[in-house]
């Protein structure tokens, strides 16, 4: 799996972070990890709190202990979420203000999938610890938000249907055309939604799936380039080096060589 990075100091060490997982039909049981273990549900799934096993609807998040067991995915079909694995004084803090092991449910998840896409590409930078823990603080102000703010839900249903079907030759007019409206509405709605566009979004999307796929030293590029939807590999080479600073092959070599 992706650890795109690790904060220096031992007072905030961020162990693995993934965005976007893509699972099979499955749940997942298991013992408590030894750290905070926070989860986000894109989609509905089963999430195992103190109250038990239940179905919970897509936005849920939960935040395991050290010593809590963890029980979550789905049996029925594929799934899509979110997680991050950390330890340190300072996360102690933060993670103080959150309730441990209980369900929760986003408010406002526009702004949740913006400030975890910045945790996730400081991340992969090694962005300074204030930095990391700024975001941090960022992502629990917005979970423990309880009323709900003027987001365009539509929106969250049209990015919803990108984070599932990116991987298929998607452009702005099959996307509108599949929500019965213009592209020129879809472009300004979701920009207004997101603060990108609707395109800057599933080529991110894309990338971060290749960036995952790249771990596997046996996959050959142009292969990846044709699982996110690019028949260019050449063209999918330029994008990777343009995201993450690297091309494919130097990811590569970067991670073997660690």
């Not at 999938?113 to 990391?132: F, V």
Request: aromatic share 10%; charged share 20%; proline share 5%.
């Amino acid at each position: 799996m992706p650890e795109p990075g690790r904060p220096r100091a031992p007072h905030c060490s961020l162990n693995r972070l993934v965005l976007h997982q893509e699972m099979p039909a499955h749940v997942v049981e298991r013992p408590g990890t030894n750290d905070h273990f926070f989860a986000y549900f894109h989609q509905a799934g089963q999430i195992g709190s103190q109250l038990g096993v239940n179905r919970h609807p897509a936005h849920s998040w939960i935040c395991w202990g050290a010593d809590d067991r963890h029980v979550y995915g789905r049996d029925d079909s594929t799934w899509l979420h979110s997680c991050f694995h950390i330890t340190g004084s300072k996360v102690e803090q933060l993670f103080s203000k959150l309730p441990q092991n209980t369900v929760g449910s986003i408010a406002n998840p526009p702004a949740f999938h913006a400030c975890l896409d910045m945790l996730y590409h400081n991340a992969l930078a090694k962005a300074e610890q204030q930095l990391i823990l700024s975001n941090l603080e960022c992502l629990m102000q917005i979970c423990l938000q309880k009323t709900k703010t003027s987001s365009d839900d539509e929106m969250i249903t049209v990015k919803t249907f990108i984070d599932e079907h990116f991987k298929q030759a998607l452009n702005l007019e099959l996307i509108a055309e599949q929500f019965h409206m213009s592209a020129s509405s879809l472009r300004a709605r979701f920009k207004r939604a997101f603060k990108q566009s609707v395109i800057d979004y599933l080529i991110q999307r894309r990338l971060q799936h290749a960036h995952y796929l790249l771990h596997d030293q046996d996959m050959p590029i142009a292969e990846i380039a044709k699982q996110v939807g690019y028949d260019d590999s050449a063209y999918f080479s330029r994008l990777i080096k343009k995201q993450f600073g690297k091309s494919p092959r130097a990811l590569r070599q970067a991670w073997s060589a660690n």
